[in-house]
C-alpha cells in the first residue's frame, strides 16, 4: 500500500472515530437530563416553558400574566446568542417563569404571525399586557442583566407610570 493511501485510512478512521466519541457523549448527556441525574442547571432549569401563539394569549388571559412574545428564526446569529446566554441565566428563567407566558414564534413557519407583528429584524421582543393589548416591542439581542430589568419594568407595570430610563434610575 501507498504511504498516501495509508494516510487517507488513518485520517478516516480519525473522524469516524471522532464522531462516534462525539454522538456518544452527546446521547450521554441528554440521557442524564431526561434521567433526572443531571444538575437542577442542565435539567427543567434551562427551559423557559415556551407555548405556542393561541395558547399562549388564552393562558394570559385566564392567569392574568404579561405577554413575552419572542420572534426568531434557526439562522438568525443574535436568536442564537439570547439562547445561549440571556435565555439560560437563571434570573431571567425565574422571573420569566413566575411573571409571564412566554410565547415563542418561529418566522420561518409562522409568516401570517410576522407580517401581523410587523417584525422587521431578528429577534424581535414583544411585550403584552395580560389583555392582549401591546406594551411595547425590542429589536436585537439583549443581554441577561438588561433583560431581567426589562421583565420588571414590565411586570410591575411601571411602563404605565414612567419611561424605562427613569425606571432605570429607581433601582
Same mark, same amino acid.
Request: net charge positive; proline share 2%; aromatic share 12%.
Given at each position: %500500500?501507498?504511504?498516501?493511501? *495509508?494516510?487517507v485510512?488513518? *485520517? ?7 464522531? %462516534?466519541?462525539?454522538? #456518544?457523549?452527546?446521547s ?9 441525574k ?5 435539567? /427543567? ?7 405556542? $401563539?393561541?395558547?399562549? %394569549? &388564552?393562558?394570559?388571559?385566564?392567569? !392574568?400574566?404579561? *405577554? ?9 446569529? $443574535? ?15 425565574? $422571573?420569566l417563569? /413566575? #411573571? ?5 414564534? /418561529?418566522? &420561518?413557519?409562522?409568516? &401570517? ?8 429584524? =431578528?429577534p424581535?421582543?414583544?411585550? =403584552?399586557? +395580560?389583555? !392582549? ?5 425590542? +429589536?436585537?439581542?439583549v ?15 411601571? $411602563? &404605565?407610570?414612567?419611561?424605562? !430610563?427613569?425606571?432605570?434610575?429607581? =433601582?
Amino acid at each position: %500500500m501507498k504511504k498516501e493511501n *495509508i494516510l487517507v485510512v488513518a *485520517i478516516i478512521c480519525i473522524a469516524v472515530a471522532g464522531v %462516534m466519541i462525539y454522538n #456518544n457523549s452527546k446521547s450521554g448527556k441528554q440521557a442524564e437530563v431526561t434521567s433526572g441525574k443531571g444538575s437542577a442547571q442542565t435539567s /427543567d432549569a434551562l427551559t423557559i416553558g415556551w407555548q405556542g $401563539y393561541v395558547k399562549g %394569549m &388564552e393562558l394570559a388571559k385566564s392567569q !392574568n400574566k404579561h *405577554i413575552f412574545l419572542y420572534f426568531h428564526a434557526d439562522w438568525c446569529t $443574535y436568536c442564537q446568542q439570547l439562547k445561549k446566554t440571556t435565555f439560560r441565566n437563571e434570573a431571567v428563567l425565574n $422571573y420569566l417563569k /413566575d #411573571n409571564f407566558i412566554s410565547i415563542l414564534v /418561529d418566522t &420561518e413557519k409562522k409568516k &401570517e404571525l410576522t407580517t401581523q407583528w410587523k417584525v422587521r429584524g =431578528l429577534p424581535t421582543l414583544w411585550f =403584552l399586557k +395580560p389583555d !392582549n393589548s401591546k406594551i411595547s416591542s425590542i +429589536p436585537g439581542f439583549v443581554d441577561a442583566k438588561q433583560f431581567l430589568r426589562i421583565l420588571e419594568y414590565i411586570h410591575t407595570a411601571n $411602563y &404605565e407610570k414612567m419611561s424605562f !430610563n427613569e425606571f432605570v434610575k429607581t =433601582l
